[in-house]
């Protein structure tokens, strides 16, 4: 890979929140396709379909219902699953223009680590290899309303 392509793909994203649930349960949310297809998707877009092979090299793919419509696909494959401290997985940006970005496949990498606090979790995800500024900024707009998403979850669930 040349340099332009590595400086292509090496934008980076974090977005910390802590949660008032202990790691398990926060873990579970994200890998129980039931649990997940009940927060994960951003503001104004619905979970259509979840499959989920949680195993490591095991397939995982969501469905989302945009506001105005179309269905856009997110899937990938598992890198590392440790209950409940971390979860890793490729997430495929494959022909949807995301954000505006001009590159149409590309693998990019999330990790996510689940930190035990007294009676919470912080959750640190990192979304590495995202190939242009408008891509990380549009996922950051994202996984920000995911996790938002995830907190009214858990909120609802532990009440």
Avoid at 92 to 108: E, F, M, N, R
Avoid at 124 to 147: S, Y
Wanted: net charge negative.
């Amino acid at each position: 890979m040349g340099n332009s392509a590595a400086r292509e793909h090496s934008q980076r994203l974090t977005v910390e929140r802590r949660f008032d649930a202990p790691p398990h349960e926060v873990f579970a949310a994200w890998t129980d396709a039931e649990q997940l297809a009940r927060w994960f998707a951003p503001l104004g877009y619905a979970v259509t379909d979840v499959q989920l092979d949680l195993v490591v090299g095991g397939a995982y793919r969501i469905m989302l219902r945009a506001p105005d419509g179309p269905v856009i696909r997110h899937a990938g494959r598992y890198v590392d699953i440790s209950p409940p401290t971390r979860l890793a997985f490729t997430w495929i940006l494959d022909g949807t223009g995301c954000c505006d970005s001009d590159i149409d496949h590309i693998d990019t990498l999330v990790n996510i680590e689940f930190e035990a606090l007294q009676g919470a979790t912080r959750v640190v995800l990192t979304h590495e290899r995202l190939p242009d500024p408008n891509t990380r900024e549009g996922h950051a707009i994202g996984w920000q309303t995911c996790m938002d998403g995830l907190a009214g979850y858990l909120t609802h669930t532990t009440a």
